[in-house]
């Protein structure tokens, strides 16, 4: 059996967290912290902090250790193209939308994929941010064989704000 012909990876596996290069900490924390609303578990001076939703050890690490005001990679170069944060419902999509929108956050799309609604975005360091719900996967949309037929098309943003908490 070769390489690309190896048994699947197991059905539970999860990618767990993301370190994020920066230029700023303090600059990361206010968009992450400030603008999405995740909390500030261990900051070590200006070189690093990990931040998480619901009190987990870290979702995601931003640090400087080979970043201090440094700038984003020219276009064209490979390395991350966005993280993906996963909402429990879409409600709270909607109060992510809210919060980029009071915060002057410009969204760079926002696609319903059939099987999920997201919301596509840059932080202060120009990674690429993806907020996004799913939806229940026996409502996702499925060809003839069964298998997955995923399209993109524009998110309805008004409709997303209605279910809104407040």
């Known amino acids: 059996m070769t390489a690309m012909e190896s048994a699947p990876i197991a059905a ?6 993301v370190h994020l ?18 909390e500030l578990i261990q900051k070590m001076g200006n070189q690093a902090a990990f ?49 980029l929108a009071a915060n002057g956050i410009r969204l760079d799309g926002a696609s319903d994929h059939g099987v999920s609604e997201a919301l596509y975005l840059r932080d202060p360091d120009e990674n690429g941010v993806e907020l996004y719900v799913d939806r229940p996967q026996d409502q996702w ?8 037929a995923m399209v993109t098309r524009r998110l309805d943003l008004e409709d997303l704000l209605r ?4």
């Open 12 to 17: 539970g596996t999860r990618i767990g967290h």
């Open 21 to 38: 290069k920066v230029a700023n900490i303090d600059r990361a924390l206010k968009f992450y912290c400030g603008v999405l609303g995740f």
């Open 51 to 99: 931040i998480s939703a619901g009190g987990y050890h870290h979702h995601i690490g931003l640090n400087t250790w080979e970043s201090a005001g440094g700038s984003p990679p020219p276009p064209g170069t490979t390395g991350l193209y966005h993280l993906a944060i996963l909402y429990p419902t879409r409600a709270d999509l909607a109060d992510a939308l809210k919060r």
């Open 141 to 148: 949309p499925r060809n003839q064989d069964g298998s997955l």
């Open 163 to 166: 279910s809104a908490k407040n």
